[in-house]
């Protein structure tokens, strides 16, 4: 009689063995697919700082006079050229401050730059 009834619980059981395998193996997925788009969007903020620093940099040569043009047009044209929006352009003194948003994955990320001469670890 015992043999019956664990030959009838084997009967019921066959197949649950693939059902928990793929569920596994959609679960990892799922967080690989996390993962990778985290990391993305870390990668593409780190993008964006990346080129509000050169386009604050190079606002920046403007105002000393190494180029030619308007450093807040300058900076804007260079923003632009890679899809964000300058947000605001200040100068005070001999020093530039832009701030740049951009929507990435569908985030509005808003970074901010700073350049000027002799930067000191004061600041």
Do not use: W
């Amino acid at each position: 009689m015992l043999q019956k009834i664990g030959a009838m619980n084997l009967k019921f059981d066959q197949g649950s063995g693939s059902l928990l395998g793929f569920g596994l193996i959609f679960t990892i997925l799922g967080i690989m697919f996390l993962l990778f788009t985290v990391s993305n969007e870390s990668l593409d903020l780190a993008r964006l700082q990346a080129r509000t620093d050169s386009a604050a940099l190079a606002a920046e040569d403007v105002l000393r006079g190494k180029a030619t043009g308007y450093p807040c047009e300058t900076a804007e044209q260079i923003v632009k050229g890679f899809g964000g929006t300058l947000d605001s352009c200040h100068i005070v003194n001999l020093d530039i401050y832009i701030s740049v948003y951009q929507q990435l994955m569908g985030i509005v990320h808003r970074v901010k730059a700073h350049a000027g001469v002799g930067l000191d670890s004061a600041r």
